[in-house]
């Protein structure tokens, strides 16, 4: 069975520029996670989807990132414009609803100059 | 806020010893307190999962302890490896599918 599936695994971008990360989940997890990590940290939580209800988006900068998951299955999360503190790793991660483990993809690793 | 501390940034142990690793955390107890493993460059790995009403928990040369009334979890790898040397996380279960990670702690097993 394949696990979490993110892409880019690597990208470089100029500040004031736009980028997107791809996730696709387990095949039948309902619950999906956006997190940032940054060196020498914990993941930190971005947004919670249920399904394709974002149940969860508090700790989202909603003036510069978003975030989608039409139909339920894969999601998207974008930031606009990108700055350079937003250089970090975004992991994507997956779990049964109402299951307490979670399962993580290898992340994007985002570098802003 | 809860807050996690995790004992140290690194922790160097030669092989074959026993590696202790330390998960403190501030306010209320979570009802569940989970440990990730994690590798340059990929994501976290869930290991062990531990209950408030459970003291401890074992997997192979794995071992969580879970004291809520010292609001701490002890997670131990025996006989340790090289193999073992990773990033441990410690994160606390808020339950409704949100758990809140520690910043985690670098395993070094020097052969």
């Known amino acids: ?113 | 806020s809860q807050k996690i501390e995790q004992n140290s940034e690194a922790l160097n142990i030669q092989e074959g010893k026993t590696a202790t690793l330390t998960c403190n955390y501030t306010n209320y107890s979570p009802a569940y307190l989970q440990w990730y493993r994690q590798d340059p460059g990929r994501g976290p790995v869930f290991l062990l999962l531990i209950r408030e009403n459970e003291k401890e928990k074992r997997k192979e040369r794995l071992k969580v302890t879970f004291d809520t009334t010292l609001k701490q979890s002890l997670f131990h790898i025996t006989a340790s490896q090289p193999a073992d040397s990773a990033t441990y996380l410690c994160a606390l279960d808020m339950g409704a599918s949100k758990i809140i990670f520690g910043s985690g702690t670098r395993l070094s097993i020097r052969p």
Not at chain 1, 56 to 74: I, M, Y
Not at chain 1, 79 to 88: F, K
Not at chain 1, 89 to 102: D, K
């Open chain 1, 1 to 113: 069975e394949a696990g979490v599936v993110q892409s880019p695994r690597y990208k470089i971008i100029e500040k004031k520029q736009p980028v997107a990360f791809w996730c696709n989940p387990i095949s039948g997890h309902n619950t999906l996670y956006w997190y940032l990590q940054n060196l020498g940290q914990g993941p930190e939580l971005l947004i919670r989807y249920e399904n394709e209800e974002a149940v969860d988006d508090s700790q989202l900068p909603k003036d510069r990132f978003s975030a989608e998951r039409l139909k339920g299955v894969d999601s998207t999360l974008k930031i606009q414009p990108a700055e350079l503190g937003d250089s970090a790793v975004y992991l994507c991660a997956s779990s049964l609803s109402g299951e307490n483990i979670q399962y993580f993809g290898a992340g994007t690793r985002l570098s802003v100059l």
